[in-house]
């Protein structure tokens, strides 16, 4: 996993509520074997007119003008706002890995879907919550301003506006080391393996019928 | 000091507290499907890692696999391909796999409690957001992503942080007709996509009690659509006579043995909660989802709403964009909707409780003329060989519905299974979201029973009030 320290540019707005892991990467595109190249399949039925499937050369696809990402003011966008309840649906890790692909390295919301909150971290992606109303301020200062960029400084838990002002954040300690270092779970979980050998131990006394289910 | 279910099946498998508020979580139970396991298993081999623990582990393909001509294998060959790899993964580290040609093929929560494989008290985890299923039995059962996936495979624990606990309380008689998902679609309609987040859900009252297991599964299934990761129900009598006698149960000595810890598996009466939702069943009726978000649903005796009746703009917003979506005007009964497409089956209700209630509404009916595809697809090969016991594939078959072979199918469509754009669905599943079901199409989530009842009259219908006679 790729370090995350400080992300700094362009924000692009998402405002609807719910948006759903579906819409962010479709299922015709969850048949892949493989972890990467799914950013030029995110959002794919909102980014292009047509019908993707796997396989298709994306570059010669129509694009949706309409569609947020397609407008020429957010291209190159690493930061995404977006409202309440965002990555709901599917536990698909291929939602984080679209994002990540497409440049996302810091999403914005009032809320996010439990599962989805964390794959993002483990893949590398700072998930940011932040109240309603100053999520509300984002949108409408984005609108305003076009090539709108904000800084965002993980180990200081800042985000610095244009315009000088600094919103704070919260984010859980163990989860700020893990992105910072680029650290991977597994390999800190295995430092415990004697935990893990007592407890499987002690629990085979306790409830041996949990063992052995073949 | 007083504890809640969720705290008892959280204490039981910390392995160590980690000090920073997550702890090292042990899990009993694995299921593995085929669309997000391939980078797991990837992952393990590039790092030299194996399984810690294989017979934790149980694998079978759903989400890709045909529903119709089984015996010519898949024809996509990026589908064929995802599966093969779960079969060669499957092989190489030893994972019991129910394979296509398998009888105990199936969507994986379905064949879990199906073959014992879910047991009261154990933590389950799959890489499937409808792992929720499980704690129908009294376990904590979650869904996660492919690193986690990947996590648990190598460990046999995840790191975890210990959820809030919300209480649900349904009480009062079950009205005719309100089955498990009206019940969830009720709750759902009450906190939200979003009013389960950050809890673990604990389903009780007399509602839940007199639910029964199959019941129990589909209420605990839709948790997640409420936003909680787990959703679950005490252990009593009827759980622990779901689990006898299946063939990963334990048997003899150990079964008594694991009955008496079972029991335990209640939350104490004077267990304090961080949020108690009540709800009275009595005021519930049979429920029809109109938008694109399982929130948005009313009773079968509602209409459409208008954006403007709710308060919220950023929801009135999101009802205007879902009602433009689904071609639905305002103020429409949910009675006067016209279907083109029934789907009954998924992780939701594919049960063969599920199959009777349909085909007890199917039986010497009719599909209407302007349904061009009305489809019941079994949860597993057994529910689907039980369901050809008692002959309810004549049934559907008679009235016009196709039959088909075990799998996810149409309630994610990643298979041939889908719909056309434009074309509006009653579907027993768990999803309205936007191309669900298929790019542009449109779904309506029901029970199976108003699923059938509305394949019979095209539209949507109270099953209570079903004009279509039976012929003889």
């Not at chain 1, 609108?143 to 919103?167: A, C």
């Not at chain 2, 009261?120 to 059962?141: E, F, I, N, Q, Y």
């Not at chain 2, 519930?284 to 459409?304: L, N, R």
């Not at chain 2, 009259?457 to 099953?463: A, N, P």
């Amino acid at each position: 996993m790729e370090k995350l320290n400080t992300v700094e540019g362009i924000v692009a707005p998402m405002d609807r509520p719910n948006v759903d892991t579906d819409a962010i990467i479709p299922k015709q595109f969850l048949k892949s074997i493989k972890r990467s190249g799914f950013g030029p399949n995110l959002f794919d039925e909102w980014r292009y007119l047509d019908h993707g499937e796997p396989g298709m050369d994306n570059s010669t696809r129509p694009v949706n003008p309409d569609f947020v990402l397609n407008q020429p003011r957010y291209q190159g966008a690493n930061i995404l706002v977006a409202r309440e309840n965002f990555g709901c649906g599917s536990s698909r890790e291929h939602a984080p890995w679209a994002l990540l692909d497409y440049g996302f390295k810091v999403i914005i919301a009032p809320s996010f879907a439990d599962i989805f909150f964390n794959n993002c971290f483990k893949n590398g992606i700072l998930p940011i919550i932040l109240s309603a109303e100053e999520v509300d301020t984002l949108f409408t200062e984005i609108e305003k301003t076009e090539g709108y960029q904000l800084k965002v400084d993980l180990p200081s838990q800042t985000i610095s506006k244009p315009n000088g002002d600094v919103i704070r954040f919260e984010v859980d300690a163990f989860r700020k080391h893990c992105l910072i270092n680029g650290l991977d779970d597994i390999g800190m979980t295995l430092e415990h393996v004697d935990d893990i050998k007592a407890y499987e131990k002690r629990r085979h006394q306790e409830a041996p019928w949990l063992f052995n289910q073949e | 000091m007083t504890k809640t279910l969720y705290d008892k099946l959280w204490e039981s498998h910390v392995v160590r507290d980690n000090g920073d508020g997550t702890c090292l979580l042990y899990i009993d139970r694995h299921l593995v499907h085929e669309v997000t396991s391939p980078q797991a298993f990837e992952g393990l081999r590039l790092a030299g890692r194996k399984p810690w623990r294989v017979d934790a582990n149980l694998a079978t393909p759903d989400h890709n696999v045909p529903t119709t001509d089984r015996d010519q294998g898949i024809s996509d060959p990026v589908a064929r391909l995802q599966v093969e790899t779960l079969e060669k993964n499957c092989q190489d580290f030893k994972i019991t796999e129910f394979t296509m040609d398998d009888i105990r093929q199936g969507i994986v929560h379905v064949i879990s409690p199906e073959q014992g494989a879910t047991l009261p008290g154990m933590t389950l985890v799959c890489g499937d957001s409808h792992t929720s299923t499980h704690g129908a039995l009294g376990a904590l059962a979650f869904g996660i992503g492919t690193s986690e996936v990947e996590h648990v495979l190598a460990t046999q624990c995840l790191v975890q942080k210990k959820s809030k606990s919300m209480l649900i309380k349904v009480e009062g008689e079950t009205p005719e007709a309100v089955t498990g998902k009206d019940i969830i679609l009720a709750i759902i309609e009450k906190i939200g996509t979003a009013g389960g987040t950050g809890y673990a859900i604990e389903f009780a009252g007399k509602a839940i009690r007199d639910l029964s297991i199959e019941g129990r599964m589909t209420l605990c299934n839709m948790a997640i659509e409420a936003g909680a990761r787990a959703g679950m129900v005490a252990v009593d009598d009827k759980t622990i006579d779901y689990v006898k006698g299946r063939p990963y149960a334990p048997s003899g000595e150990l079964w008594d043995k694991a009955v008496a810890d079972w029991k335990n598996l209640v939350s104490d009466s004077d267990a304090n909660f961080d949020k108690v939702i009540e709800l009275d069943v009595e005021k519930m009726q049979p429920m029809v989802t109109w938008g694109t978000s399982p929130e948005m649903v009313t009773g079968i005796e509602g209409v459409v709403p208008a954006a403007n009746s709710f308060a919220d703009e950023v929801k009135q917003d999101g009802v205007t964009a879902a009602l433009e979506y689904m071609g639905l005007k305002e103020n429409t009964p949910i009675t006067a909707i016209e279907l083109d497409k029934v789907f009954i089956g998924s992780c939701t209700n594919s049960r063969i409780e599920d199959l009777r209630a349909a085909a007890q509404v199917a039986k010497g009916r009719k599909v209407a003329d302007n349904i061009k595809l009305a489809m019941v697809v079994p949860g597993s090969g057994l529910v689907k060989q039980q369901a050809e016991m008692e002959e309810l594939d004549k049934i559907f078959i008679d009235a016009g519905f196709e039959w088909r072979e075990p799998g996810c199918s149409m309630c994610l469509a990643m298979n041939a299974d889908k719909l056309e754009a434009g074309e509006r669905c009653a579907s027993t599943s768990n999803r309205n979201f936007e191309g669900r079901q298929g790019q542009g199409g449109r779904t309506h989530l029901v029970s199976p029973a108003m699923a059938a009842a509305a394949a019979i009259e095209g539209h949507f219908v109270d099953v209570r009030k079903m004009t279509n006679t039976v012929q003889d």
